[in-house]
């Protein structure tokens, strides 16, 4: 079995592919980074062994590309020169890393990663005396237990800035909620989203906002109950499109296209009137072209079926 997973550089010329393949003999997946030339359909690989490789994105410059791998147990950040060359890992966090993004000037990364409140679990000390009692957990919420894994630790995703100069790392949102990366809008200003909410286990909602990194503020991006993803930023920066799924009707509530006015600060949906879902996970469940959102100008175009609407 092969599975794909393509990033395009932004020159169009080149691309950047992950293949997964059943290793057989070990009885478990392995993925590798492949390079394709667009105008010969050259495919080069890029990376070997029998680990996990995923995530590839090209830096804005064209000199490097990220990926996340499992090389050394937990999924961390691993630069490649397009050049060629050894990939080099510029992460080391304990939790893994779950996502990674280069800022538009390729200078700085954004990742996400996670943190327990609970520590080392006592278990996993290899000096422990094999005589001592397991000591009682208390559980406060009700998402505690998972199969295959267990007991599960009371854990948080937070955002770090990875200077890739210096090598400093900067811990950018962290606390007890969850940090979503979403996208960069310009060097100093990124969109994230956080479920802000005492009670973790009957929250259903992200709230969004623009993180400005020069002045250490938040600028929140008014929307309904629900969940966001996708977003996109139109080349001269100005404004926003973002799927957002409602809690309407509640699991069967559609999800719409949001467009959002950085000057104005106001919010629009684009797709109400449609009455059908948008976004990839459609594919899966209809085998249709995939469906994908550009904002060119003032137009914005859905394929698979094909809409356009006029952002005025």
Known sequence: MIQLQTRESHLQKEAVFVKTTLDQDENKYVSNLYHLDLKTNDATQWTYGKQSVSHPRWSNDGQNILFLSNRDDKNQVYILSTKGGEAKKVTDEKEGVTSAEFSPDSKRIIYQTGYSLEGDDSSDDKDKDEQELPKPKVIHRMKYKADGAGLLKEKYQQLKLLDLSSEDVKTVKKGKQNFIFQSWINNSTFVYSTDEDVNQDFNFNHNVYIHHLDRNEDQEIPTEDGYVSSFTVSPNGQQLLFIHMGRKYYNATHTEIYHYELDSG???????????????????????QLIYMVLNGHRIVISTFLYQIKVM
């Open 266 to 288: 106001v919010v629009t949906p684009l797709t109400t009137e449609l009455d059908a879902p948008i976004g990839d996970f459609v594919v899966a469940d209809t085998q249709q």
